[in-house]
T-cell receptor
Framework: GAVVSQHPSRVICKSGTSVKIECRSLDFQATTMFWYRQFPKQSLMLMATSNEGSKATYEQGVEKDKFLINHASLTLSTLTVTSAHPEDSSFYIC?????????????FGDGTRLSIL | DAKTTQPPSMDCAEGRAANLPCNHSTISGNEYVYWYRQIHSQGPQYIIHGLKNNETNEMASLIITEDRKSSTLILPHATLRDTAVYYCIVRVGEAGTALIFGKGTTLSVSS
């Protein structure tokens, strides 16, 4: 089945650091990728949608200058949390689907647990 | 996308069938019913989806009522590894929009 790889799986860093998370589709071309955030004991919250070669669309309340998304190729999207602070600590999950897939579901990565000290 | 309603939690004995209900009374004719699950500290895993016919795969069966206002996910022989949060999501299948997750049902399988 389709595989989405996310890296790193866990990050611990100091406040003020910028952190980059990579999301790769391993065996299909992902024309659209999605980024979610999940706080403890809560459901996944959609942060943004990115289409290859164009700017990401952010959900209301998500700061685009803080969460930089790049989707430069059909197999790679990156999320950079700039100047991270403790309140940015969360579980970040990417997802990918391919154009024309229609009924095909989104495929999810295994998430990145970000801890800001 | 239509809203779904699921019970917050359910228990099931190992080896028994787990039947997880989902209400989606405002579903439109072109909206599919998707089921995903999330095991602790992992990304969501696709289980099954359907439009109006019942569906079965190696993981589960999906029963959709004739009026499409509700559905049931059936895990025929639950194991401890099926303990997870199960999400029922309704979405237009041909759209490129993201899956929107509700609170889901926490299924606890015990021996």
């Amino acid at each position: 089945g389709a595989v989405v790889s996310q890296h790193p799986s866990r990050v611990i860093c100091k406040s003020g650091t910028s952190v980059k998370i990579e999301c790769r589709s391993l065996d299909f071309q992902a024309t659209t990728m999605f980024w979610y955030r999940q706080f403890p004991k809560q459901s996944l919250m959609l942060m943004a949608t990115s289409n290859e070669g164009s700017k990401a669309t952010y959900e209301q309340g998500v700061e685009k200058d803080k969460f930089l998304i790049n989707h430069a190729s059909l197999t790679l999207s990156t999320l950079t949390v700039t100047s991270a602070h403790p309140e940015d600590s969360s579980f970040y999950i990417c997802s990918a689907r391919t154009q024309g897939a229609g009924r095909q579901p989104q495929h999810f990565g295994d998430g990145t647990r970000l801890s800001i000290l | 996308d239509a809203k779904t309603t699921q019970p917050p939690s359910m228990d099931c004995a190992e080896g028994r069938a787990a039947n997880l209900p989902c209400n989606h009374s405002t579903i439109s004719g072109n909206e599919y019913v998707y089921w995903y699950r999330q095991i602790h500290s992992q990304g969501p895993q696709y289980i099954i989806h359907g439009l109006k016919n019942n569906e079965t795969n190696e993981m589960a069966s999906l029963i959709i009522t004739e009026d499409r206002k509700s559905s049931t996910l059936i895990l025929p022989h639950a194991t401890l590894r099926d303990t997870a949060v199960y999400y029922c999501i309704v979405r237009v299948g041909e759209a490129g929009t993201a899956l929107i997750f509700g609170k889901g049902t926490t299924l606890s399988v015990s021996s």
